[in-house]
Nanobody, 123 residues
């Protein structure tokens, strides 16, 4: 059974760092792309970052470029989102999502979603 579980959220002051983890089970990251999305209150969900099944293709929203880094550990079946220089506007529920894809790009629709995890950045 395919499962997607996020962890690592919490509260941090502006300028701080957090690392989110997305542990997946029931499939191999060799064949699945993974993305992080977020949704703030009153705003639409946006894709923050993603990584293709190749492990090479990545993508970042303009708002997080240079501050966030996505990576993965195939052996642990886990994808990470390292978030540095956090700002209050990064406050949102962050969701991990995955879908089967062998495309070089990760900018694709996502089928399976985690429950989400809260990230709060105070000024």
């Amino acid at each position: 059974q395919l499962q997607v579980v996020e962890s690592g959220g919490g509260s941090v002051q502006s300028g701080g760092s957090l690392r989110l983890s997305c542990e997946v089970s029931g499939f191999s990251l060799h064949y699945y792309a993974v993305a992080w999305f977020r949704q703030a209150p009153g705003k639409e969900r946006e894709r923050v970052s993603c990584i293709a099944s190749t492990g090479v293709g990545t993508n970042y929203a303009d708002s997080v470029k240079g501050r966030f880094t996505i990576s993965r550990d195939i052996d642990k079946n886990t994808v990470y989102l390292q978030m540095n220089s956090l700002k209050p506007e990064d406050t949102a529920i962050y969701y991990c999502a995955t879908t089967r894809s062998i495309q070089a790009t990760c900018v694709i629709p996502y089928e399976y979603w985690g429950q989400g995890i809260q990230v709060t950045v105070s000024s």
